[in-house]
């Protein structure tokens, strides 16, 4: 089980009453490193490895952002945006991970980052993969305006499994 992590007193990039979002610190890579590897997190993503969640803290072009409870200060999942410098203003969606799925967490992420993403990064575009069975994801994301666009394979651990792209345009978001 993943120790806990009090954050200090807070300066959160974007909040709302029950979550704060901040830049990931390097001391909370042990931590994001653990919560991706567990149970149902890791059967949907395909894992980062300690020095690579590391470079994604330091690359220009990536943002790595924790994702706080506010009433605890504990730091209780994260996210990874891709493509900041896209000149086609086109942002990737990498990665959530939330501990204690099933509380409506993940989707105040996602209300959160798509107003980041339109609102104050002016991007036209804001994109994601997803595993087709992950049928709880694909409906959120669904119910909050993406629209699917395409699939792709890939081959994991010998497998070969289907991602759902999935997209919602600022024209979209804005409506």
């Known amino acids: 089980m993943a120790t ?5 007193a807070k300066m959160y990039r974007f909040e709302n009453f029950v ?8 001391e909370e890579i042990d931590l994001i490193y653990e919560m991706e590897a567990q149970g149902e997190n890791l059967k949907y993503v395909i894992p980062y490895d300690k020095k690579r969640h590391l470079n994604v803290i330091e690359n220009e072009d990536e943002e ?7 009433e605890t200060q504990n730091l209780i999942g ?24 099933g509380k409506g967490i993940g989707r105040q992420c996602l209300q959160l980052i798509k107003s980041y993403c339109f609102k104050e ?13 992950n049928l709880r994801a694909i409906h959120i994301y669904q119910s909050e305006g993406f629209k699917e666009e395409g699939r792709l ?4 651990d010998e ?7 999935l997209s919602i345009l600022e024209d979209e978001f804005f409506k």
């Open 4 to 8: 806990i992590i009090h954050t200090q």
């Open 19 to 26: 979550i704060g979002i901040k830049d990931t610190l390097p």
């Open 64 to 70: 790595h952002l924790s994702v706080c409870c506010k």
């Open 78 to 101: 994260f996210i990874i945006l891709a493509g900041l410098k896209n000149p086609n203003l086109s942002l990737e969606f990498r990665r959530i991970i939330i501990q204690n799925n």
């Open 121 to 133: 990064l002016k991007f036209h575009r804001f994109w994601l993969d997803v595993f087709e069975e």
């Open 153 to 156: 394979v890939v081959k994991q």
């Open 159 to 165: 497998e070969y499994r289907t991602l759902l792209i």
